[in-house]
Antibody, heavy 120, light 107 residues
């Protein structure tokens, strides 16, 4: 059974940092792109970033470029989202999602989400 | 960036109704269009990928069609568990934009 467990969210002050983690199981983790998607309060879904199987290619939505950084450890079946210089606009539920196998395509499995709140 | 516009924003329907949701891209995206269902307190669920391919385990009352700029998600006979928010999403080039969502509510 495919499982994604995202964690690491919490309350942080503006300008602060958080590192989200996603532990995967039940599939060949190293064979898949992985993405993060967020949902701000009262808003729709927003794709944030993704990372290729070997970590060599990463893509980010413009609003987080230069502040967020994705990495993965295939030996630990985990992907990480380092978030720096956080602002109130980054307040959201963050979902770890399984992306495509041969290319980035669709998001077929989602973690339960972890809440990030940026507030003083 | 390619904008994704869904209509309507809210749809009121009864159990058994046929429901149609439209998603329009501001430029052609071929078949690179996915549909998701999101219920409150749950993680989103993939329903349709590549415009018309039903995801494994998704009931056959869901169907997708379209190509280029105009796409449709249809629920042939609405069931109680289908009340949710539905999102389209492009996946041709970055950023992978979602539509603003269509809320299907009880009439």
């Amino acid at each position: 059974e495919v499982q994604l467990v995202d964690s690491g969210g919490g309350l942080v002050q503006p300008g602060g940092s958080l590192r989200l983690s996603c532990a995967a199981s039940g599939f060949s983790f190293g064979s898949y792109w992985m993405s993060w998607v967020r949902q701000a309060p009262g808003k729709g879904l927003e794709w944030v970033a993704n990372i290729q199987q070997d970590g060599s290619r990463k893509h980010y939505v413009d609003s987080v470029k230069g502040r967020f950084s994705l990495s993965r450890d295939n030996a630990k079946n985990s992907v990480y989202l380092q978030m720096n210089n956080l602002t109130a606009a980054d307040t959201a539920v963050y979902y770890c999602v399984r992306d495509g196998r041969y290319s980035s395509t669709w998001f077929d499995f989602w973690g339960p989400g972890t809440q990030v709140t940026v507030s003083s | 960036d390619t904008e994704m516009t869904q209509s309507p924003s809210t749809l009121s329907a009864s159990v058994g109704d046929r429901v149609t949701i439209t998603c329009r891209a501001s430029q052609s995206i071929g078949l690179y269009l996915n549909w998701y269902q999101h219920q409150p307190g749950k993680a989103p669920r993939l329903l349709i990928h590549r415009a018309s391919t039903l995801e494994s385990g998704v009931p056959s009352r869901f169907s997708g069609s379209g190509s280029g700029t105009d796409f449709t998600l249809t629920i042939s006979s609405l069931q109680p568990e289908d009340y949710a928010i539905y999102y389209c999403q492009r996946c041709d080039v970055y950023p992978y934009t979602f539509g603003q969502g269509t809320k299907v509510e009880m009439k």
